[in-house]
């Protein structure tokens, strides 16, 4: 909890700093390169950043070689450096996770995961968005999944809510429904 506590730290002044030079689509985008890049090759990077194995002074090294590389602005080279510093890169995933949650928070966006039994038409999910968009008062962008298991339906995650329209929930409620309910004698 206390890392989420840090994360969301970070998180909020890096989103406040991108808000002061209008710049929330690409500092984020940067920041996922990054991210990207220290987690490729089995977070080799990323570990390597948080192993006190490694001195300070190495670990600097290492991310002063990297970050030519991945090509990103001043702003996230400093970030990076100063979680570095403060031996927090191992918060990275979640700094970048919330600064997305943030980015859309103030953006008016929600994102949703939509599951379905199978892939949705353009149409179906224009129609899904809209329900959504009407439930959240938010734009939505939709991420979507095919689970077959799901027999036909629909489940939408929205931040901790989900809705869960699929016929296997339905039969699943019939099932409880049957069984919890007395058999009337005739």
């Known amino acids: ?22 710049d929330v689509q690409k500092l984020g985008g940067e920041l996922n390169k990054a991210l990207d890049t220290f987690q490729a090759h089995d977070s080799m990077l990323l570990e390597a950043f948080s192993n006190p194995v490694y001195t300070v002074a190495e670990r600097t090294r290492v991310l ?25 890169m ?11 949650r943030y980015a859309d928070e103030r953006a008016g966006r929600a994102r949703v995961i939509v599951e ?36 036909g339906g629909v489940i939408a995650r929205v931040g901790g809510k ?8 339905r039969l699943q409620q019939l099932k409880s429904a049957l069984l919890s309910s007395e058999i009337a004698e005739a």
Do not use: C
């Open 116 to 151: 379905t039994a199978e892939p949705l038409t353009p149409q179906l999910e224009a129609e899904v968005r809209a329900a959504l968009e009407g439930v959240t008062g938010k734009t939505v962008l939709i991420e979507t999944r095919v689970k077959p298991e799901l027999i």
């Open 64 to 88: 002063e070689d990297v970050l030519p590389r991945i090509a990103v602005s001043k702003t996230v080279q400093n970030t990076l450096r100063l979680m570095l510093k403060n031996n927090r």
């Open 1 to 22: 909890m206390a890392d989420r506590s840090l994360a969301r730290r970070y998180a909020r002044a890096f989103i406040e700093i991108a808000e002061e030079s209008n």
């Open 162 to 169: 989900v809705y869960d329209a699929s016929v296997r929930n």
């Open 90 to 100: 191992s918060l990275l995933p979640m700094v970048a996770d919330e600064y997305q």
